[in-house]
């Protein structure tokens, strides 16, 4: 039997209008979740999201997991996900790699690329958006942590509200279009050059991102 596949009972008509069993497959995904194609009646309060699996993004998305709390935050691979899943939660992390615009419309291979039709199709209004963005300050100081711009640009149009934006003291790049008004749009990190930053930057950036969505 696949581990991965219940089956469960979920009451349904038949061809004659009476209700009868039918079974509800659920899958398990990435993260041990199980996923539903039906929408929970209670928004929950943070969601963290994150592609792709297996790398440095997974791995940070794990640590503000465990950070923040295993029992207080659930977290989804966007590989296993429709983007309606995102209206679950009253608050969002979402946690991608460093992209330029060009790459992300352009690079089917990715897999938040192929999430953002999704993402169009809802709106983020009251929804508050927290983002995380890796990038490599040495091999692409000019676009370092682009993708994260590209993110806020995304969830500003569709209505969410952005919170934990980062000063940029402490950076070294060129340019990047995730600083707006000398500020990053979200917590930019580099694993590739500054992993030993890492923890830090993620514990400070957290004491000030979650008291605003507690607050909320």
Request: charged share 30%.
């Amino acid at each position: 039997m696949d581990k991965n596949k219940i089956e469960q009972k979920k009451p349904g008509l038949n061809q004659k209008g009476v209700e009868e069993d039918s079974p509800l497959r659920l899958t398990a995904d990435l993260e041990g979740n199980y996923l539903l194609d039906e929408r929970t009646s209670e928004m929950k309060w943070l969601g963290i999201f994150y592609s792709p699996a297996g790398g440095s993004v997974h791995r940070v998305a794990k640590m503000l997991k465990k950070k923040i709390g295993a029992d207080k935050v659930d977290m989804f691979c966007v590989n296993d996900i429709q983007a309606g899943k995102l209206l679950d939660y009253k608050n969002l992390i979402l946690v991608c790699s460093s992209l330029g615009r060009s790459t992300w419309e352009r690079e089917q291979r990715d897999r938040w690329a192929k999430f953002f039709p999704g993402m169009r199709k809802i709106s983020l209004k009251d929804r508050f958006v927290a983002l995380v963005g890796l990038g490599d300050h040495v091999t692409y100081p000019k676009n370092f942590v682009d993708g994260m711009g590209y993110m806020a640009e995304l969830v500003t149009g569709l209505g969410g509200t952005l919170v934990g934006k980062t000063s940029t003291d402490g950076y070294v790049y060129e340019d990047s279009t995730a600083v707006i008004d000398d500020l990053f749009v979200g917590l930019p990190l580099d694993e590739d050059f500054e992993p030993e930053k890492t923890d830090a930057r993620i514990s400070k950036w957290l004491d000030m991102v979650l008291p605003e969505f507690e607050r909320i």
